[in-house]
């Protein structure tokens, strides 16, 4: 069969980001530029900012990506993007530009769902067998899916209030550890010991997750601590904030694989790059003697590799979109 190349789009968030990507899972060449300097800040992303800068990026990143590519317009197949779920002005500079390219040089036009392009970023590094457990946590979405084929999903369960990624950024915050949280947090946790003991997220046996009973108990007890004049350990609350949160994550994925025998893991989405959750669901998917498989760091925080990686299953099935194509804000994965 001929080789398949999808130049991929992303912009969902504040990173700006092409990639070239051979039959759904050889990086050919990405590039991306990170807004993330400019939205530490302001202590988050400001989606107005957001979108002007990926206006004002997209033409030198798909400039650098063609450059590093040896692969070149001519050679591509289609034009896939990210159209759902993210900051709405950031995803139509995207979708916009998809759209011109695709227009311009008359290739298909690919919509992606960003949670699903998290789930194949997977497939750049093995790939996928079903059926399969996805553990899906990123910024602004903590689901447990099971994957029958690929773009067949049933939905296990789903936080019922906050993000496992936004209670990160949340705890960081009031820590004073700059956006995005996530990584800080895990840095200093790794030097801390679980010594807070912090309510622990339902422990009920549903699929469902919740995270802002324990970020509102950890900004409360910092607040509290501060009016007391009382030091906190920050490394320790760290710790402690972490091991209640990947805890609750491993210990569902547990019960899902006991319930269901697959035997089969991925876990997808920025939360993915923890370093504790790695090695805590690794223990967990050798309990239940299950394969795991996690992206390599690079492609675990937003990224346009893991968009072309998607995008493959529905150039296969000549599933392309229409000049029509909307971004959508919201979204759940399938
Ligand atoms: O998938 P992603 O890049 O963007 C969304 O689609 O939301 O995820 C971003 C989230 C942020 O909440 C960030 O703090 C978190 O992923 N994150 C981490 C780590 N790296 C990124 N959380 C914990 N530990 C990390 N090492
Ligand atoms: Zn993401």
Not at 191 to 216: A, C, E, I, Q, R
Not at 326 to 332: D, F, L
């Amino acid at each position: 069969m001929k080789d398949v190349y999808i130049l991929a789009i992303e912009s969902s968030c504040d990173e700006t980001s092409i990639a070239i990507v051979k039959n759904g899972k050889e990086v050919i060449s990405l590039a991306t530029s990170t807004q993330m300097k400019t939205h530490a800040s302001f202590g988050g992303v400001v989606p107005e900012i957001a979108s002007r800068m990926h206006t004002e990026n997209f033409t030198f990143v798909l400039e650098e990506c063609l450059n590093k590519s040896s692969v070149g317009m001519d050679m591509v197949d289609a034009i896939a993007v990210t159209y759902k779920p993210g900051l709405l002005g950031s995803l139509l500079v995207g979708v916009e530009f998809a759209k011109t390219l695709s227009y311009v040089y008359n290739k298909p036009l690919i919509k992606v769902n960003h949670l699903i392009g998290h789930i194949y970023a997977n497939a750049l590094e093995n790939d996928l067998k079903f059926p399969l457990l996805a553990l899906v946590v990123s910024g602004g979405h903590t689901e447990l899916v099971i994957m029958d084929d690929d773009y067949k999903f049933k939905t296990l369960g789903a936080t019922l209030d906050d993000a496992i990624g936004e209670a990160y950024d949340k705890v960081a915050r009031v820590l004073g550890i700059p956006y995005p949280g996530g990584p800080g947090i895990d840095r200093l946790a790794s030097t801390g010991k679980n010594t807070y003991d912090l309510p622990h997220p339902v422990m009920d046996d549903t699929y469902n997750f919740s995270y802002s009973g324990l970020k509102s108990s950890i900004i409360n007890l910092v607040h509290n601590e501060k009016q007391r004049g009382n030091e906190i350990n920050q490394a320790d609350l760290a710790c402690s904030f972490q091991t209640v949160a990947v805890d609750e994550l491993c210990r569902k994925v547990g019960i899902a694989l006991k319930n269901t025998g697959i035997k089969d893991v991925i876990v997808a989405g920025g939360v993915s790059a923890n370093s504790y959750l790695r090695e805590q669901i690794a223990k967990t998917c050798e309990a239940y003697e299950a394969n795991l498989s996690v992206p390599k760091l690079l492609y675990c925080t937003d990224n346009a590799a893991m968009i072309g990686a998607a995008a493959y299953p529905l150039y296969l099935k000549q599933e392309f979109a229409d000049f029509n194509l909307n971004a959508e804000s919201q979204a759940n994965i399938g």
